[in-house]
């Protein structure tokens, strides 16, 4: 007779599991079930104009290397005309010519300091707020652009130079 205290004690436990009565949940699709997971999530975005901060210092930088161009042009002009009249290699007009060249190129690193500058800005306040302002990004870009192209211009303009005095 052992057996109906161990039978009880199983219907006992068995009814424990069930919860009396109460709405049972639906198997009908959950709303987040319907979103398709390959949709891009749409998310406000933040259209907050450019940090005044931000903006100066970027200004201020341009600034810088707008005046550096107008530097480095004028060396470039004179490596220019040196090479243009400078003799064979290591002749005296060519040694002349290579300083000039050297005097330009020194030129360029206000500009290249500006565009370096420009970008540790974007990756500060990248790592420091985990994000960037869609303006704040599209400032930074666009003073990055503008350096890039003038920094571009002196780059090339360098090796019109060096290939005429046969540098490389």
């Known amino acids: 007779m052992i057996w109906r205290p161990a039978f009880a004690v199983f219907v006992v436990a068995l009814g424990a599991c069930s919860t ?20 891009p999530v749409e998310r406000p975005m933040n259209d907050r104009p450019v940090t005044p901060a931000l903006a100066s210092r970027l200004a201020e930088l341009v600034s810088t290397a707008r005046g550096a161009d107008a530097a480095f042009q004028s060396a470039a002009d004179t490596a220019e005309r040196l090479a243009a009249n400078a003799g064979g290699p290591q002749s005296e007009g060519w040694i002349a010519a290579q300083e000039a060249l050297s005097s330009a190129i020194a030129a360029t690193g206000p500009t290249r300091l500006a565009l370096g500058d420009i970008d540790g800005l ?47």
């Open 20 to 39: 009396p009565g109460g709405q049972y949940p639906s198997l009908q699709p959950r709303a987040a079930e319907n979103i398709d997971p390959r949709v």
């Open 122 to 168: 974007g990756a500060t306040k990248l790592q420091s707020q985990g994000g960037l302002a869609p303006s704040d990004l599209a400032a930074i870009k666009d003073a990055g652009a503008e350096v890039g192209a003038l920094d571009a211009r002196q780059a090339a303009r360098i090796k019109a130079i060096q290939l005429r005095l046969g540098v490389r």
